[in-house]
């Protein structure tokens, strides 16, 4: 729906934000009802630390966003990485999930200049450089 479409725009985006919150925080609440057997066997299944597991539930689900805007910058096409090396496109995702320079990143990616920057701040950047383009590069 387009913000002319709705009469209350800023409401509006104030009430998805809501609902968006308290969703993520029934998930969190929701993980920390498990059994702590459970949640470990969880981690196990997805071969991840069980801290990590964690912190990434409290991260949400758009905390790698990041990751294929700046794939796409490096010239790296996300999806040739996921059929070329599925495991560690995921291991990116984590990384770039518990990442603490999100607002670097968010600007470098804004202004297009991620390619010359991330290796200042980005726990990816030596996973990022030592991948081989010809294998993943766009198609």
């Given at each position: 729906m387009s913000t002319a479409s709705r009469p209350y725009p800023i409401v509006q985006?104030?009430?998805e934000s809501f609902?968006?919150?308290?969703?993520?925080?029934?998930?969190?609440?929701?993980?920390?009802?498990l059994d702590r057997?459970?949640?470990?066997?969880i981690a196990n299944d997805l071969r991840i630390a069980p801290d990590d597991l964690e912190e990434l539930v409290r991260h949400g689900k758009h905390s790698a966003d990041e990751l294929p805007k700046m794939l796409e910058q490096l010239g790296i096409s996300a999806e040739g990485l996921g059929r070329a090396q599925p495991l560690l496109l995921r291991d990116l995702e984590r990384v770039c999930s518990l990442c603490n320079?999100?607002?670097?990143?968010d600007r470098d990616l804004a202004d297009r200049t991620a390619a010359e920057n991330y290796h200042g701040y980005c726990a990816n950047a030596a996973t990022l450089e030592s991948l081989d383009h010809a294998d993943v590069a766009p198609r």
């Open positions: 985006d104030l009430i609902a968006g919150w308290l969703k993520h925080r029934r998930e969190i609440n929701e993980m920390r009802q057997a459970d949640f470990d066997r320079h999100k607002a670097q990143c």
